[in-house]
């Protein structure tokens, strides 16, 4: 009994102790929108937010339209793909596409850090999504009639029942989001290496346009996944090649070499302009028009996206009897789609110079898709050429993706019923040229075998198992491959820690006017450089380079230099105790003794290009000594 009471006495004095300002500072943790919206700056920052917003509206009511077909990030550049094409791959109907573009991003505004990083429907979680709702309410023998009606936005009981599995799996991938937050596994974001991820989403990405093939070719086929699914796509089409839709064929390369050509063309002139083109949404409002007048849909046969309904819908609960056989998928979601969307926040951090919290992403994107899915949304994250968009147009804070979702308010409300003789051939093609960035990546197997042939195995077997099953297959077997390599190179784990680092400081000057006085800083590493320890090894570098940075300290003493070669060889000799005065034109050398580093894979090559980078923004000459295989970074850049 007196054990109880002591314990609740503890509790109570905890709660005692906590003081306004922790609270505020936990509110100001977990909704960074308290950050920054006090002291946004309305006179320099809303007109650019303002056009930024405009155009990603655009392309989010192209991009997030078409979900009437089946089938289905990191590194590469994308183009700006609509998401009216993204939602084709939910299998469900276009309006939902529509809500995936509003309901997520007001979310993510509100718990996300990263101020450039546009939400709402992504081709991977599609795709994924899309697995469960072909399995759990296949279209084959499905009795789908406009009069079968649920009474809800005037769709029938098959496309509820549609949408409701796709809701459910993003309900339980943001379940399982937040609970990864809660358990704080954004810190071991560590073991998703660039190959692995550059391998995952090349692979999701083929998948993508594989099941555009049939919208391209205007064929009928059945919905076909699984495990080598991919290649029974292709043997399909050719079996059944007599089936192709010349009319449909035409449109289609019509449309990509549009889009190709002015693509290409807002690119090559996207610094003397400051708002591109949007190709997609005149081609969409093209070729709409055209079909409506030519009456395509009836005389040649052309499938269209049909008729989309008006108004936000009510929230209701998405189908709770089917989480059970929505696990996979939702894992799925919650991997790939987190993934892709941490290394969108966190270039755009490293761009614009401000930090990501890992977790706090879990959990910005955990709510994103749970709150969402209230509200008929299917699984959403960041997708690339959207994100690509704001940096184009110069957005400054997450005001731009607001304004895109106002926008998109008045679409849902007025505009929408007019895109019901968009051409789903058009839709493909848009597709199928937006994901030419992530196609792109295999331009990287260049560089992987030229700094670790393991790197570039792991690239192809990852993306060989990716397509041949999953995106989120093969992500977990690239995270695996990558474990088991790196624990059968080093034998020991010792030899990933950083305890063997040694920092040595002095200062000298060749002349005696004090402005050739150079404060140099060398760091001895004795441990390999690899995915486990490279981000370690960066902070700590850089705590190294921020210590005592203001201040002019004595050089080390004379046992110091005699410990260290390379300090008596660069000092010739004549590193003594005395102090000297400082000077603000003091140079900062920073040396990177290299003896030790006796091994790195790509990921510690590019955080050493990333230190060589942030030094030079803080005017730090970087030198590195004693390089073994380092002539492998050079071929590299």
Wanted: proline share 4%; hydrophobic share 45%; glycine share 6%.
């Amino acid at each position: 009994m007196a054990g109880a009471e002591r314990r609740r006495s503890t509790v109570w004095g905890k709660i005692r102790a906590v003081r306004c300002e922790d609270v505020k500072e936990w509110c100001v943790r977990r909704l960074p929108i308290l950050e920054w919206v006090p002291i946004y700056d309305w006179k320099e920052n809303l007109v650019p937010d303002a056009v930024s917003g405009m155009m990603l509206a655009i392309q989010q009511v192209t991009q997030d339209e078409q979900t009437r077909g089946a089938g289905y990030l990191a590194s590469g550049q994308s183009q700006p793909t609509p998401g009216l094409a993204f939602a084709a791959l939910s299998s469900v109907h276009p309006v939902f596409g529509l809500y995936g573009s509003f309901f997520p991003v007001i979310i993510y505004a509100i718990f996300g850090m990263g101020r450039h990083v546009a939400t709402g429907t992504f081709a991977l979680t599609s795709l994924i999504s899309a697995n469960a709702v072909e399995r759990l309410v296949p279209s084959t023998g499905t009795n789908f009639t406009a009069n079968n009606n649920s009474g809800v936005l005037g769709l029938s009981e098959f496309e509820m029942q549609r949408i409701g599995v796709a809701a459910a799996v993003s309900f339980l991938g943001g379940i399982i989001q937040v609970a990864m937050f809660m358990l704080h596994l954004g810190h071991a974001t560590f073991l998703l290496t660039e190959p692995v991820i550059s391998a995952m989403t090349t692979g999701a990405a083929t998948h993508v346009v594989t099941s555009q093939v049939k919208y391209l070719l205007g064929m009928k086929m059945p919905y076909i996944s699984g495990p080598l699914g991919f290649f029974h796509i292709y043997a399909y089409i050719f079996e059944n090649i007599r089936s192709v839709q010349l009319e449909a064929l035409l449109l289609s390369l019509l449309s990509v070499v549009v889009l190709v050509l002015v693509k290409e063309l807002n690119e090559k002139f996207q610094r003397n302009i400051k708002i591109v083109l949007p190709i997609d949404l005149v081609l969409i409002i093209a070729t709409s028009t055209a079909c409506c007048y030519a009456d395509m849909e009836y005389v040649y046969g052309l499938e269209v996206v049909g008729h989309i309904p008006q108004g936000l819908p009510p929230p209701k609960l998405p189908a709770m009897n089917v989480l059970s056989e929505v696990v996979t998928e939702a894992f799925g979601v919650a991997l790939v789609g987190y993934v892709a969307s941490l290394a969108l926040a966190q270039s755009s951090a490293k761009r614009f110079k401000y930090t990501v919290d890992d977790n706090q992403e879990f959990l910005a994107h955990g709510l994103s898709n749970v709150i969402p899915s209230f509200f008929f949304c299917i699984p959403s994250a960041a997708a690339m050429g959207r994100t690509a968009l704001l940096y184009s147009t110069g957005a400054r804070t997450q005001v731009a993706c607001l304004i895109s979702c106002a926008l998109v308010l008045v679409v849902i409300y007025t505009i929408g019923a007019m895109l019901y003789w968009l051409p789903m051939c058009v839709l493909a093609s848009i597709i199928v040229v937006g994901l030419k960035g992530m196609l792109m990546q295999f331009r990287d197997l260049k560089k992987y075998w030229n700094v670790d042939k393991i790197d570039w195995s792991i690239w192809v077997t990852t993306y060989m198992f990716t397509i041949c099953f999953a995106a989120n297959v093969g992500l977990l077997y690239g995270v695996v491959c990558t474990i088991v390599i790196v624990i059968f190179r080093f034998p020991r784990a010792k030899t990933l820690n950083l305890k063997n680092m040694k920092e040595v400081e002095y200062k000298y000057k060749t002349e005696e006017n004090c402005e050739s006085l150079k404060q140099v800083k060398i760091v001895t590493v004795s441990n390999p450089l690899v995915f486990l320890n490279a981000r370690k090894f960066h902070a700590d570098l850089m705590k190294i380079i921020q210590k005592d940075g203001t201040s002019s300290q004595a050089c080390e003493d004379v046992n110091k230099c005699e410990q260290n070669t390379l300090l008596c060889s660069f000092s010739n000799g004549s590193c003594h105790g005395e102090s000297l005065q400082p000077c603000q034109s003091e140079q900062r050398v920073l040396i990177l003794d290299c003896s030790g580093l006796n091994f790195f894979d790509y990921t510690g090559v590019s955080m050493l290009l990333q230190i060589y980078m942030d030094c030079k923004n803080r005017h730090i000459e970087v030198l590195l000594a004693c390089c073994k295989e380092i002539q492998q970074v050079q071929r590299t850049e």
